[in-house]
């Protein structure tokens, strides 16, 4: 089973990844202007789709907390992953 670890003080927070994350389309707007342009879907469309999901594009993984439910993640903490790729 896949799992992700990230050390949280004395414990651990364990993540299991179930499904890929369909990529919404915030990464076509430009955050100065508010103006939306498809260059960026349309690049990453070429190389990033996945059947998994209907073709859309993605980059992460929705997860399960199967352990450490309630703890607080933050930029920096340790983590180790024990990943399958098929």
Known sequence: MDMVRVAVGQQEV????????????????DPATAHSSPVVADTLQAYRQDPRVGGAITFGMNAIVRQGVGQVLRVGQPIGADVRFD
Do not use: E
């Open 14 to 29: 364990h993540l299991q990844p179930v499904k890929p994350c369909a990529r919404c389309p915030i990464p076509n707007i």
